[in-house]
């Protein structure tokens, strides 16, 4: 067994990962942003989860000082075994391909791409590092029981349930990918112990739309789901998933499963 260190191990990825960790018998220390160890320490395998998501248009410089300044300040601090950073599949927003080796493209008037230029930026600084185990995840959406409704699918569940209707203000066509938390918690632990490369996409490699949501929802929850006039047209670029295939022989949990745990959980 390996020791883990979570940093942000109270947000919804990283309580998930710290109780899974610990379950399969790893020892796990958890870092919440007011808590950091001394400096100097060795913290064994690192996992960095520090982040922000659905409220950061409005959070900007906190956004950048989540995704940067503080890892840079952990990267300065400890020593590591391993060092994994969470990133995101946003950064693939207008790409026409999604390997992890795609040239990206960022629009900096633009408050979706200061996230993706955060991240971006903390990417760099650690595939920088000399270290082969210094290394990068970008994680597609995740769904999960405890995620909070301020983010979309756990909103759509809140709202369904209480109101039984809910409104979508994007379109039936619009679609992104999904990764239940359980496999992205398993894929986090392989790669931090076993990863070859340095850059991975944890995605479902599946895109799921509002539609296929809607439906669902209706069949779920006995509640009706309608589409905001003009609602817009967002279709996420399908992720590339064939490295973690390939190196671990990942198959995802089925979004239909997925969203029924986090009916069920909502329910209690």
Do not use: W
């Not at 408050?111 to 990417?123: I, P, R, W």
């Amino acid at each position: 067994m390996a020791r883990f260190s979570i940093f942000g191990a109270s947000g919804f990825i990283g309580s998930h990962l710290t109780a899974g960790l610990k379950r399969a018998g790893h020892d796990v220390l958890a870092i919440g942003r007011d808590d950091f160890p001394p400096s100097g320490q060795s913290l064994g395998h690192v996992i960095y989860c520090i982040g922000l998501t659905a409220n950061f248009r409005n959070q900007l410089e906190s956004t950048v000082r989540a995704h940067v300044c503080v890892l840079l300040d952990v990267l300065a601090s400890y020593t590591f075994e391993s060092f994994l950073y969470l990133s995101s599949t946003r950064i693939y927003a207008d790409a026409t391909e999604t390997r992890e080796e795609t040239p990206l493209l960022v629009r900096p008037k633009l408050a979706d791409h200061v996230y993706n230029l955060s991240k971006l930026t903390g990417e760099a600084l650690c595939l920088a590092q000399p270290q082969p185990s210094t290394r990068v995840v970008r994680i597609s959406s995740v769904i999960g029981p405890g995620d909070p409704p301020i983010n979309f699918l756990p909103s759509v569940v809140y709202e369904a349930r209480r109101k039984r209707e809910v409104v979508m203000h994007t379109s039936e066509e619009s679609s992104k990918d999904y990764i239940d938390i359980d496999d992205v918690c398993r894929l986090l632990e392989r790669i931090a112990l076993q990863g070859k490369s340095r850059l991975y996409n944890v995605a479902s490699g599946v895109n799921v739309s509002n539609k296929t949501i809607a439906g669902l929802v209706a069949h779920s929850l006995a509640a009706k789901v309608t589409f905001s006039d003009e609602a817009p047209r967002i279709v996420f670029p399908a992720i590339d998933t064939s490295r973690i295939c390939d190196e671990f022989n990942f198959s995802a949990i089925p979004f239909a499963k997925s969203f029924e745990r986090l009916v069920k959980e909502d329910h209690g």
